[in-house]
Structure formats: structure tokens, C-alpha cells
């Protein structure tokens, strides 16, 4: 595995039919998925993904947006994932997205913003063994 980011299409993305349109900037942005799937959070599971938010005001409204419907969860490899995707994905608040971004395109709100984006390596590799086996992973 070379360098990774990991992505999650947020509920309301999904629930609007948007899984493909996104998963094709994606690709057309240089990224390789390594592994991917479709899944519910349970808030437990939400809660526990975000626990770096716990002390935000926004938390308990993440948490239970993030497990109000299914997501599909990826690992994305390309040279500086990172930095690329983010750029890729545009800023959290879509309001300040640049054009062509994904977030521009795809995202409602702040807080309903289409898709998630790891914001460093570190977490990268924490998030992605979050959700996923090494058998899922190729
Ligand atoms: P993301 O950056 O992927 O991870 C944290 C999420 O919290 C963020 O996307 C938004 O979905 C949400 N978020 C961030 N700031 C706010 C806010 N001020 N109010 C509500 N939700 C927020």
C-alpha cells in the first residue's frame, strides 16, 4: 500500500443518488480506491469516529447525522493522498468551496458537507483500519 487517505460519502450523498457522480471525480482526480463499502453506522461506532469533536458544540448533531443512514466508506491511494484529496474535496463549509470542487458540487451545509477527507497520514491509517480488514484491502 503506498500513500492513503481515507473518505466517507456522507448520508445525505448518498440518499440523494450521488455516489457516482462522486466516486468519478474521485477517479478522475488520480486516486486508486484500495478498498470500499457500503455501511450504516451505529451512533456508537459515529461517536467513536469522531471522539476528536467531542467537546464541539456541533458533536451530538455529527454524530447522529453521521448514523441517520448508510455511507460508503473508501481508501483512496495516490502520491500525497492527503493533501491532494482535500484539495480535491474542497473546504468543510461548501459556502467557501472553490469551483470544481466536490464539496461545491455535491455539499448542502457546513454540517451536511457530502463527504469526508483525513487531515493528516496519521489519521489516515487510523481511520482506515477503522473500517476496514487488511482482506479488504487491495
Ligand atoms: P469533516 O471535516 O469531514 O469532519 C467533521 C465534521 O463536522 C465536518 O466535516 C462537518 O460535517 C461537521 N462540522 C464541522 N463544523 C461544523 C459546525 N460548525 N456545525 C455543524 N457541523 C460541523
Request: glycine share 8%.
Amino acid at each position: 500500500m503506498g500513500n492513503i487517505t481515507f473518505t466517507m460519502i456522507k448520508p445525505e450523498a448518498v440518499a440523494a443518488n450521488n455516489i457516482g457522480g462522486i466516486l468519478s471525480m474521485i477517479e478522475k482526480g488520480g486516486f486508486r480506491i484500495l478498498a470500499m463499502k457500503k455501511v450504516q453506522l451505529t451512533s456508537e461506532r459515529a461517536a467513536e469516529f469522531y471522539s476528536v469533536h467531542k467537546e464541539r458544540p456541533f458533536y451530538d448533531e455529527l454524530v447522529q447525522y453521521m448514523s441517520g443512514g448508510p455511507i460508503i466508506a473508501a481508501i483512496l491511494e495516490k502520491d500525497n493522498a492527503v493533501a491532494d484529496f482535500r484539495t480535491l474535496i474542497g473546504a468543510t463549509n461548501p459556502a467557501e468551496a472553490a469551483e470544481g470542487t466536490i464539496r461545491k458540487r455535491y455539499a448542502t451545509s457546513l454540517s451536511e458537507n457530502a463527504i469526508h477527507g483525513s487531515d493528516s497520514d496519521d489519521n489516515a491509517k487510523i481511520e482506515a483500519d477503522f473500517h476496514f480488514s487488511s482482506q479488504e484491502i487491495f
